[in-house]
Each structure stands twice: as C-alpha cells, then as structure tokens.
C-alpha cells in the first residue's frame, strides 16, 4: 500500500513574513509584556507626579514620565517593524513571493527541501515543538525554527494537513487559533 503523503510548495511574500513575525513576537513569545508593563508603571508614576501638583517641578516630572512611558514602547516597537521590513527586504520578499522551501509530510516524518529538491532533510516527528494553525497559514515549529505553511499551497488541502498532523502529533503540540 502507498504511504500518504502531503507535498507543499511554500512561497512567501512580505505580508505573510510579516505576520508570522508579529504572530511569534507578541502572541507566541508574549514579548508585549515588557513594554506594555514599562509604559504602565511610568504613566502611574506620571499621575502620582500629577496629584502632587502645586509641588515644585511636579508637572515637569510628571511630563518627562508619560512622554518616556509612551514614547519608548512606541519607538521600540517602531525599530522591530523597521528591521522586520529590512529584513524581508533582505531575503527578497517584498518585490514577489519567492519560493523558499519544500516540505513533504510522510509517515515517517517530513522531508525539508530548501534547494529546490536536490538536496533534503528527514525531520522525524517527535522534533516537532508545536503547530499553530490560523485561518489562512500553518505555523510548524521544529524546535526554534518555524516553517510558514499557507493554506492556499497545501495541494491536498489545509484539512488533510492538519489530520496528519493530529495523527502523529501529541494533542498539547496542536494549537488552533
């Protein structure tokens, strides 16, 4: 009997780079605590300075630390869409999509072609970290590195993909977003 397989042929483009990225810095990762949390503790000491008003230099202080609460979250964030443009620009994404890799689940795993197919890899199942699957992309996580699986280039479609996934993957690796 043939093995089941699921060939996809992945191309990217700036949009789907970039929304990956957001998706693992600020929903996978969670790294919009640190600067929601610092904005929130110099605008709560911006209001502290505010209440203490006819005090000497309590308005200076008091705008000094919501412009540094607010301004510093915003040119943090400013400065990562700025090196995530740089970056796709650098990886050739932003003129069209280009093909970037090759995967082919099988049975006894999934084969990674990042040449075209002349050369692969065999990632055995039990290196998959975890799988994230959006209305329109599959995120696989293989340990740091994530391959982006759009939806639209899976030839036997999202769901057959996500039913082998199911199968040979522990159920806490599965996310549905």
Do not use: N
């Not at 740089?86 to 990886?91: G, H, I, L, S």
């Not at 932003?94 to 049975?107: A, D, G, H, I, K």
């Not at 084969?111 to 055995?124: A, E, M, N």
């Amino acid at each position: 009997m043939k093995q089941a397989s699921i060939y996809v042929p992945v191309q990217l483009d700036g949009a789907a780079f970039r929304s990956f990225a957001l998706f693992d810095t600020f929903r996978r990762q969670k790294l919009w605590r640190r600067p929601v949390l610092f904005a929130a503790i110099l605008t709560l000491s911006s209001v502290l300075c505010y209440s203490r008003y006819p005090q000497e230099g309590a308005l200076l202080l008091g705008t000094v630390l919501v412009v540094l609460g607010l301004g510093m979250p915003l040119v943090w964030y400013l400065s990562y869409e700025h090196s995530l443009h740089t970056q796709a620009k650098r990886m050739g994404l932003l003129r069209s999509p280009r093909r970037v890799y090759t995967l082919v689940f099988q049975e006894d795993g999934i084969q990674v072609s990042q040449d075209l197919g002349k050369t692969s890899t065999l990632v055995p199942w039990t290196d998959v970290t975890e799988v994230y699957r959006r209305s329109d992309t599959t995120y696989l996580y293989v340990g740091d590195h994530a391959y982006l699986l759009p939806h639209s280039q899976v030839r036997e479609g999202a769901d057959a993909l996500w039913a082998m996934l199911q199968r040979r993957l522990a159920p806490e690796h599965l996310h549905t977003l």
